[in-house]
Each structure stands twice: as C-alpha cells, then as structure tokens.
T-cell receptor, first 111, second 114 residues
Framework: QKEVEQNSGPLSVPEGAIASLNCTYS??????FFWYRQYSGKSPELIMS????GDKEDGRFTAQLNKASQYVSLLIRDSQPSDSATYLC???????????FGRGTSLIVHP | DAGVIQSPRHEVTEMGQEVTLRCKLI?????LFWYRQTMMRGLELLIY????????DSGMPEDRFSAKMPNASFSTLKIQPSEPRDSAVYFC????????????FGPGTRLLVL
C-alpha cells in the first residue's frame, strides 16, 4: 500500500512569513512528486512538480525533495492571504503509474 | 481552450436511484481519471483510462460503480443503486501522455444521496 502522509493542519502563518508544508511517502521507488493547491469548494490545480533531489523554485514557491529521507516539502515565501487553501501532495512511482494523493494540509495566512 | 467539463455540477438524489456523472476531456489529452473526495478519506482515485482503455480500476468501490469511455473525449461514471455513503465530490481529470503528466481537474460534481 503506497502511502502519502501530510499533517492536516491547519497551519496558520502571518502575512509575509514563510509557510512550510511537508509530505512523507512510503514507496522508496517513487520518481515524480507534485504539489496541488485546492481552494475551498474548488478543484485541485498543480502548482509545482519535482523529479530530482534538491530544490526547485518557481516565483514564491520552492519545492524541496529528499529521496533518501522520503520527504518532499513546499515553501511559500512572502505568504499572502490569497495563499490560504489546502495543499495536496501527490507522489508517483516510476513508469506509467498513477500518483497517490495525500489528504492535504490546510494553510491559513492571516493579515 | 476549454478545460475539463463535468456535468452535472450538483446532484441530489434518493437512495436506490441511478446516478450518471459526465466528463469531457481537454482536446488532445488521452488519459482520464475519476476521483472521489470526502472529508474522511481525502482524494481517492476510482479509475484511470488511457486511450479509452481502463488501465486501473482497483479504486472502484464495488459493483455498483461503473465507468465507460465511449470515445476519446468523453466519459461517464455511473452509480447504480446509489447509497448515502456515496455522497462526495466527484472529480474528473485529464492529462496528456503518461499519468505523471500534469493532471487538469474539472470543477467536480457534488453528489448528495439522501
């Protein structure tokens, strides 16, 4: 059973702070890692994907992957109230396999 | 370019009734996923199609659920008979190529079975 674990939160941070979201996974053979954002009542949308160990930056977002420790994280710099949402981590093994989603972490950015 | 289209957006039905959910893929995409999302279980994959062929249906809860892809751009998910525990938001998502490609989600169908 492939598992993806996230702290459900809520994680509350002040506006302008760095929000750090974490995700651990059980399948050591996993190759592809994704972060989706889901606003309340809306559908998930992809914000970052990462495939290699290390950091990947896109604007205010940084994804960090450590395959040896089997975790992937998402950092949001200069957090804004509009970043308040649930963040879903998804992990896929190599080959033509399907990502498994975590249950998500709720982020609240307060002014 | 239109995104993934789902209908209906909301469905309220009574236990025992048949429910049919519909999904239109993004043009050019060949992978189709049906998900179910609840507070208790999160986002669960029900079935995955590639090039109209069901590849993985291990997430389909039981025989009451069935999914079809009669052509490259359209899919249905049917629940017959429906039960209150089927109440959830059902998402359809499509992607181009392998399942690891970006999945684009539709707006979802909120199903309530009374």
């Amino acid at each position: 059973q492939k598992e993806v674990e996230q702290n459900s939160g809520p994680l509350s941070v002040p506006e302008g702070a760095i929000a750090s979201l974490n995700c651990t996974y059980s399948d050591r053979g996993s190759q592809s890692f994704f972060w989706y954002r889901q606003y309340s009542g809306k559908s998930p949308e992809l914000i970052m994907s990462i495939y290699s160990n290390g950091d990947k930056e896109d604007g205010r977002f940084t994804a960090q992957l450590n395959k040896a420790s089997q975790y992937v994280s998402l950092l949001i710099r200069d957090s804004q109230p509009s970043d308040s949402a649930t963040y879903l981590c998804a992990v896929a093994p190599g080959g033509s396999y399907i990502p498994t989603f975590g249950r998500g972490t709720s982020l609240i950015v307060h002014p | 370019d239109a995104g993934v289209i789902q209908s209906p957006r909301h469905e309220v039905t009574e236990m025992g009734q048949e429910v049919t959910l519909r999904c239109k893929l993004i043009s050019g995409h060949n992978s189709l996923f049906w998900y179910r999302q609840t507070m208790m279980r999160g986002l669960e994959l029900l079935i995955y199609f590639n090039n109209n062929v069901p590849i993985d249906d291990s997430g389909m809860p039981e025989d009451r659920f069935s999914a079809k892809m009669p052509n490259a751009s359209f899919s249905t998910l049917k629940i017959q008979p429906s039960e209150p525990r089927d109440s959830a938001v059902y998402f359809c998502a499509s992607s181009k190529g392998t399942p690891q490609e970006t999945q684009y989600f539709g707006p979802g169908t909120r199903l309530l079975v009374l």
